[in-house]
């Protein structure tokens, strides 16, 4: 009995401590820097400087072109098919709408790397893209990744920048913080619409 107590006791222990690295982790991955320019609730204002990122688009629904945009993507950073060194992995994953049925799908560069400076993908359809700096509304919400939810805080946003008497300029861009494997309610998720005013 003291053997499966003490088994039991090691087991709680390492998944203890598991679950503290990986929060650690989660927690201090770079993020991108942005100014607040208002806050209200789980609503944001916020200024934007000018990123780096690498981007692929992929067509079909949101959820499937997340996925197959993720794989060429974390392929580049992590020097699958390139020579050079690997690049940090960053949050969040943004993806936004692309011209027809097509997603645009992004990781953001760490602040570290110019655009000049990082390693030429291996794929052609791997783009690295300089952004403009941009005034961006945002909710945040925790959740899993569906369509539905995504689609009742984008409409949720569109009316706050409504309310405020902004004029939305871009599409939608969804930006996930978390891994699939994080559960829902510790995922942080937002939606973010350019706008102008404010």
């Known amino acids: 009995m003291r053997i499966v107590i003490w088994v039991l006791g090691g087991l709680g222990v390492l998944a203890i401590g598991t679950v503290g690295a990986w929060w650690w982790y989660t927690r201090n991955i770079e ?8 806050r209200d609730g789980d609503f ?3 200024d934007y400087p000018a990123m780096t990122v690498a981007e692929v688009v992929r067509e079909g629904p949101r959820s499937e072109a997340l996925r197959a945009g993720f794989r ?3 392929g580049y950073i992590f020097a ?8 940090a992995m960053t949050a969040p994953v943004t993806q936004e709408p692309g011209d027809g049925d097509g997603w645009r799908v992004r990781f953001i ?3 570290a790397w110019s655009l000049e400076d990082l390693p030429r993908p291996a794929q052609e359809d791997v783009r690295l893209v300089r952004t403009e700096p941009r005034r961006m509304a945002a909710v945040r919400f925790s959740g899993a990744w569906q369509d539905a939810e995504m689609e009742k805080y984008e409409e949720r946003l569109r009316a706050w920048i409504a309310e405020r008497g902004l004029e939305a300029t871009t599409a939608p861009t969804y930006a996930y913080y978390d891994d699939p494997f994080t559960p829902g309610f510790l995922r942080r998720n937002e939606v973010l619409i350019g706008v102008e005013g404010g």
């Open 31 to 38: 993020t991108p820097d942005y100014v607040v320019v208002s």
């Open 44 to 46: 944001e204002l916020r």
């Open 80 to 87: 699958k098919e390139r020579s050079g060194e690997k690049i």
């Open 72 to 74: 060429p993507l974390a």
């Open 109 to 111: 560069m760490p602040r």
